[in-house]
């Protein structure tokens, strides 16, 4: 079910977001059983209006009636699209048939690709150049290019009178949560693995580009007091907690907390379980964060959780069985991710893998992950069920592994 709330964030800035627990798939591939938001903003100005992004077309007329609630519709004298991507553009086709011939501001690329999602030619709408200004009454705003955040279309703007930046899918993060800004240090808790989800599915493979975008906010002088994404939380109290945890995860680090160790795993019958079984016992007494999720043939985790914990580990064992003579398919798609949406971060693995006639397992993840720059610092390979001996010596390889990743 999907609903929207209004919150007024200055006396004249309004979020408009739409509470999205219908989409189970965010993007058609990646599982988001807590749902998103969509945010938009209004800021109202003595000559009219400036709407900010917008929802997918789906909601589209429950876009146009949470409009209604803050300016009457036709009061809007220019809309900013950051993003083209049909989560913050699907509702701009309702939009403009009941608006007409209002400006629209964004890049070049914004307005290439916009028309070809709608389907028209948009004379109306005026590319931006990086640091030119949208002026309307007495607001301006600062147009700043922001390329691939998450497309080569992407831009914030920064309002300097309020301090606002909003940044559209920079900052964002999957959930729905309680409370529209950062109210309390328990929501932040509650929401930020959502948003190191959200920014190792959707953000991760742009990572260098993150990192370009803080430094050039920097050297631009922005003084952002707010951050307003496009998605979920808008950060009024803390908004250095989502800058520096998108930073950290930028360069595949965690933003706090203890060493982490990420065990992901496919089992077919049991042997690569087993042997995963003993190393799981065996860490469990480390003063470390143990995350473990299985693909077999009981339970498949959640990939987006999956990506999402890999991303700020400090260790991940990945336990993989062999299919047909070859990597397991699952986890061949999970490697595969990794390799595309990490790559440069250099994270550390150990593999594990069992075999019945070829260790080909073994030999697909080493290819792979080293083709991506991954460092691989310990194959544990054997064929069949691995015996006790096997398994005592491997999970103390492990603990040894990791006391001297620690102690380096
Ligand atoms: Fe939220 Fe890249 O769209």
Not at 82 to 98: I, K
Not at 222 to 244: F, Q, S, T
Not at 326 to 339: G, Y
Not at 371 to 399: F, Q, W
Request: charged share 25%; aromatic share 10%; with cysteine.
């Amino acid at each position: 079910m999907a609903t929207y709330r209004k919150y007024k964030l200055t006396d004249n800035v309004y979020l408009l977001r739409l509470d999205d627990a219908d989409t189970r798939f965010f993007e058609g591939i990646w599982p988001i059983p807590e749902g998103i938001t969509y945010n938009a903003y209004i800021i109202t100005t003595g000559e009219g209006s400036i709407l900010i992004d917008g929802w997918k077309r789906e909601f589209s007329s429950m876009f146009i009636e949470a409009i209604e609630e803050v300016t009457d519709l036709r009061d809007i004298r220019k809309i900013v699209i950051h993003h083209t991507e049909p989560d913050h553009t699907g509702s701009l086709d309702a939009v403009l048939r009941a608006l007409g011939n209002v400006e629209l501001l964004g890049t070049q690329f914004a307005k290439s690709m916009l028309e070809a999602f709608l389907g028209k030619s948009l004379p109306n709408f005026k590319p931006l150049k990086d640091g030119e200004k949208i002026t309307l009454g007495d607001v301006e705003l600062t147009f700043i290019h922001t390329p691939w955040l998450h497309w080569p279309d992407t831009a914030m703007t920064y309002y300097a009178e309020k301090k606002i930046l909003f940044t559209c899918d920079a900052f964002g993060g999957y959930s729905i949560p309680r409370t529209v800004i950062d109210a309390s240090e328990d929501i932040v808790n509650e929401y930020l693995p959502h948003a190191r989800d959200y920014f190792a599915n959707i953000v991760a493979k742009y990572s260098q580009h993150v990192i370009k975008a803080v430094d050039k906010l920097v050297s631009m002088g922005i003084d952002y007091k707010i951050v307003a994404p496009g998605h979920g939380l808008v950060w009024v109290n803390r908004p250095d907690i989502i800058v520096k945890s998108y930073l950290a995860w930028a360069r595949g680090e965690r933003f706090g907390g203890k060493f982490k160790v990420v065990i992901v795993y496919s089992s077919m019958y049991g042997n690569v379980e087993k042997m995963i079984s003993s190393i799981v016992e065996r860490l469990e007494g480390l003063d470390i964060e143990l995350k473990v999720y299985k693909f077999t043939d009981k339970t498949h985790d959640n990939i987006s959780d999956v990506l999402g914990d890999m991303l700020d580990a400090d260790l991940i064992i990945l336990g993989a069985s062999t299919y047909e003579g070859a990597l397991n398919p699952l986890m061949e798609k999970i490697v595969s991710s990794i390799c595309s949406k990490f790559k440069g971060l250099r994270k550390r693995f150990i593999i594990v893998s069992s075999y019945g006639w070829a260790a080909s397992a073994d030999k697909e993840l080493t290819r792979k992950l080293t083709d991506a720059g991954m460092e691989i610092i310990k194959n544990i390979t054997y064929k069949g069920r691995p015996g006790r001996d096997l398994l005592e010596k491997a999970s103390e390889d492990v603990v040894k592994v990791i006391r001297d990743i620690r102690g380096a």
